[in-house]
């Protein structure tokens, strides 16, 4: 099936999100969207699925016009949507699930639980997915969940999927089964629109590119394109895919965590006993799979895990039992794993979530006075210090796209004076021109004596910003190496591989 857009426009306000976009899908291809963070790629999916509507503009699939309201005409129509954040319920079965959206969005008339198995199984053995129709979907791993989103449009007959950022949680193993079921897909007719900021992924994937800058369509590559070409072509500028590390000179101890356990409700160790320091003017990576106590250990440095034993020291005082923000007070930057759960307040304004963390301190506040006029200036120049794509910074942060919502919780971490910074995937949803200007930015907090803690499950962004890499598994720092190792050896590290094929029991 062919999906074709006719001069697709959409504004907020005076921001014009698309402007006029022309865009042909043939059957059976990989058709890469590419553009930077606020380019309009979201915006554009959102009104092919029936989710956002457009100001102007026609859908046509195969040839006809289809007008297209709301979700369950995209799907009529053969249109289906895994988004990046997924629509599942936790605590249900993914049969349940799955029955659960076809209650809501129905146009092929009730499933039951018996069928919905049914259904499951003739797509998962015509795909080749590994999919338990009666597993919880909470036990399942991220990868198997978005297969589970995956899989319930393909019931639903979509004979395009839109893909908005597939792999930003996934695992490495995890992106590389994607790609895989991605062309199982494209051999059997499906079409995909496939959203990523990774060009490595659309290197491999893509049949056609489509580059989107500022809400319009300004140019097409080739798969054969280098990284460098795309990120260029994307950007509008050279961009530098790999920072510039310079010999560092490391200080006193900074950080110094010790004895580290943390448990979960029901009393399970999920990080044991950790112990490792971090320098003034070093840069250590937290490297591991996801899942493997990274995300606790991340939390457990602003006091957000209860369950806890050990010491974490900051320029030797003991900051567990402190509150967070005790402990963000204490000189800590901290960016968070989930910008959503932890790093933003959706419905506060761009200028009061950049200055969240101050905002009852001089000269933003004096007792219960607040002085917004200091506030929107200090917005104003973090916002275009990161580059931050917006209209207003009284708008709410919630109509920020993906990843300018990131560089809002960048901005205002990076921007104050610390000791320490900590920070979980921090260019999880950048486009690479932002990340270049990341990297950078977290190196010379590095240079200028802080010492950094950066959890990623990136190889890339361990490598390039990491002076020594601690490897986590199940819960265990089980290896430091230096950042001269290879990817591979890394890799295998992460899977528990300590040496010469010596798997950790
Ligand atoms: N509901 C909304 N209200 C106001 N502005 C919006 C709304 N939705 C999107 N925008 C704006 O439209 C522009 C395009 O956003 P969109 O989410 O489509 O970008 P994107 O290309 O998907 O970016 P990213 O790579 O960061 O996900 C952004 O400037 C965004 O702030
Ligand atoms: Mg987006």
Redesign the pocket.
């Known amino acids: 099936m062919s999906l074709e857009l006719r001069g697709i426009t959409k504004s ?2 005076a ?1 014009v ?1 698309n402007d006029s976009i022309d865009l042909k899908v043939e059957t059976g291809e990989i058709h890469a969207i590419l ?10 999916m959102n009104i092919v699925y029936g989710l956002v509507a457009p100001d102007s503009g026609e859908i046509l699939v195969d040839g006809q016009v289809k007008v297209i309201r709301q979700p369950s005409d995209a799907l009529a129509a053969g249109i289906g949507m895994v988004h990046q954040h997924f629509m599942l319920v936790p605590v249900f079965t993914v049969a349940e699930n799955i029955v659960l959206g076809h209650e809501k969005i129905n146009p092929l008339g009730f499933l039951d639980l018996d069928q919905a198995r049914i259904a499951i199984k003739k797509v998962s053995d015509e795909f080749n997915f590994e999919v338990d129709p009666d597993a919880r979907v909470e036990d399942l791993p991220v990868g198997v969940q978005q297969r589970v989103e995956i899989i319930r449009a393909l019931i639903y007959d979509a004979k395009v999927l839109i893909l908005d ?1 597939p792999s930003a949680v996934l695992t490495p193993q995890e992106t590389d089964e994607l790609l895989n079921i991605m062309k199982n897909l494209k051999a059997k007719g499906t079409s995909i629109i496939f959203i990523t ?1 990774k060009l490595r992924e659309v290197q491999a994937a893509a049949d056609r590119i489509t580059i ?1 800058r500022r809400g319009k369509v300004v140019g097409t590559a080739e798969p054969t394109a280098s990284q460098e070409e795309l990120a260029s072509a994307m950007v509008g500028r050279p961009v530098q895919l790999n920072p510039d590390k310079s010999a560092h000179s490391v200080g006193e101890v900074v950080l110094d965590i010790a004895g580290l356990t943390i448990k979960d409700t029901t009393g399970r160790s999920l990080v044991k006993n950790v112990s490792i320091q971090v320098h003034a003017g070093e840069v250590v990576a937290i490297a591991g799979v996801q899942g493997n106590g990274q995300s606790e250990l991340a939390r457990a440095m602003v006091n957000l895990e209860p369950h806890i034993e050990g010491s974490i020291k900051l320029v030797g005082e003991e900051i567990i039992g402190e509150s967070v923000r005790q402990a963000l007070h204490h000189g800590i930057a901290f960016v968070p794993e989930s910008r959503e759960l932890d790093g933003l307040i959706g419905s506060f304004s761009i200028a009061e979530n950049l200055i969240l963390d101050v905002h009852d301190l001089d000269p933003y506040a004096r007792g219960v006075q607040l002085f917004p006029k200091v506030v929107n200036e200090k917005a104003v120049e973090r916002v275009s210090e990161f580059d931050i ?3 207003s910074i009284s ?1 709410p942060v919630s ?6 919502k990131q560089k809002v919780v960048l901005a205002r971490e990076l921007s104050r004076p610390v000791k320490v910074v900590v920070a979980s995937q921090p260019t999880r ?1 950048l ?1 690479v021109g932002s990340i270049e200007f990341v990297h950078e930015r977290i190196l010379s907090e590095r240079d200028a004596g802080r010492a950094v803690l950066l959890f990623s499950t990136e190889l890339d962004e361990v490598l390039a910003l990491a002076d020594r890499i601690a490897v986590m598994y199940r819960g265990e720092i089980i290896s430091i190496v230096p950042s001269t190792v290879s990817r591979e050896e890394l890799g295998l590290l992460m899977a528990g591989v300590v040496s010469e094929g010596k798997a950790i029991a």
């Not at 109509?399 to 300018?404: A, I, K, P, Q, W």
């Open positions: 907020f306000g921001l999100a553009g930077e963070n606020g380019a309009g790629k979201s915006t554009l950022e900021h989107i794509r917006i209209q708008d109509s920020l796209s993906g990843g300018n949803g486009d």
